[in-house]
């Protein structure tokens, strides 16, 4: 019988519609980057006792050199393509790679950005594996000792200056939701969501004390949709599709963050945002996946039996014949291609998925 994983501290993804993007911003603005898998690219590999990695094959079969770098994905993820569109080559590396390097070279590294980012982290510090993921908190945490040593390396003014004029993207909030099914939680749900917006109300204003003033933030996709959780529908209740109470608190979420986030910006001067609805995003791909270019929307390209997804993608996993074709990479992570629409669509796409303004707009100085 299939192995049920209701679950996983892993996360999801936040994907879509293919919009084109315009040409890079002329004035690169240095990129932070904060959340969980969606968004990490290397963290985990440097916590000792994380289980949660992805450095290893198949892994980065599509990265270059086919190098498992540790993100979740058969590429590039789309914390790298939202960073090319703002002049980098792909995501700022790791805060915890920088500390292996010399201080001298730790503090130039700054001028560009960091990626926070931890696979298995959520909004709550509860979320997760113990010491086995880099919560949003200590994220924040050690944002601070970056803004230390850019205040050391060109001063504070220069800093405040740099910080306000900063990217900050946050993509989180899934390994919280699937701690709520996996515990079987009896909290009332509207209660819980409560709970994840305080949490996402004091992240906010601990980093706009910092200096953060532009906020890229992606909402929870529909993470019932996922080939595990479809998959846990299909052995829970017999029957094919996503999992729908997930999917129900994934929506609940989405517009319970859009309200704080209105709030936020008439009491926080200065504050501005672009709200990426992950939920729609997915969706439309989900209900119309040829539009999208897919092919398949429900399987995982690499893992093991129903829908690929008993087993976690690894060297021995099937993989699928066209990774171009799929939405789904593993058992609940986009594909490269998948990432890549998603950063077009917050990027430059329209206010029905990513409002007040996208992404290309917030970085603008009016």
């Not at 979740?72 to 703002?86: E, I, M, Y």
């Not at 439309?284 to 087993?311: M, T, Y």
């Not at 986009?334 to 796409?349: D, I």
Request: net charge positive; hydrophobic share 40%.
């Amino acid at each position: 019988m299939a192995k049920i994983h209701i679950a996983p501290f892993l996360c999801l993804f936040f994907v879509l519609v293919n919009v084109t993007p315009h040409s890079a911003v002329e004035t690169q603005p240095t990129v932070f980057i904060l959340g969980d898998s969606t968004a990490d690219v290397g963290t985990n590999t440097y916590l000792p006792g994380s289980k949660l990695r992805a450095n290893f094959s198949y892994y980065g079969i599509d990265f270059p050199h086919s190098r498992a770098t540790g993100r979740f994905s058969n590429g590039f993820n789309s914390a790298d393509f939202v960073a090319r569109f703002f002049g980098l080559k792909r995501s700022p590396p790791p805060f915890l790679f920088l500390l292996t390097l010399k201080s001298n070279h730790f503090q130039k590294h700054l001028l560009k950005g960091v990626n926070f980012a931890s696979a298995g982290s959520g909004l709550l510090d509860v979320t997760g594996p113990n010491n086995s993921v880099v919560p949003l908190s200590q994220q924040i945490t050690q944002l601070s000792t970056v803004k230390d040593n850019l205040t050391a390396l060109i001063g504070s003014t220069a800093t405040e200056t740099l910080l306000s004029k900063s990217m900050f993207f946050i993509s989180i909030g899934s390994n919280d939701i699937f701690g709520y099914f996996k515990t079987n939680s009896t909290m009332p749900r509207d209660l819980f969501i409560g709970t994840l917006i305080s949490a996402y109300s004091n992240h906010i204003t601990n980093l706009y004390r910092l200096g953060a003033r532009k906020f890229g933030i992606i909402s929870v996709p529909p993470v019932g949709c996922c080939p595990s959780q479809r998959l846990l529908q299909k052995l829970l209740n017999g029957v094919d599709g996503c999992f729908p109470p997930e999917n129900d608190f994934a929506l609940a979420f989405h517009s319970a963050l859009d309200t704080l986030l209105v709030n936020i910006s008439s009491q926080l001067p200065g504050f501005k945002y672009s709200l990426g609805n992950g939920y729609l995003m997915t969706m439309d791909v989900i209900n119309n996946p040829r539009a999208s270019g897919f092919d398949n929307v429900d399987s995982a390209c690499c893992g093991f039996g129903v829908l690929n997804s008993e087993e976690p993608c690894n060297s021995t996993a099937s993989l699928c014949p066209d990774r171009r074709k799929y939405l789904f990479w593993d058992q609940f992570h986009p594909t490269k291609r998948a990432a890549l629409l998603a950063a077009q669509t917050l990027y430059n796409g329209p206010p029905y998925y990513v409002s007040p303004i996208n992404f290309s707009q917030l970085a603008k100085d009016y």
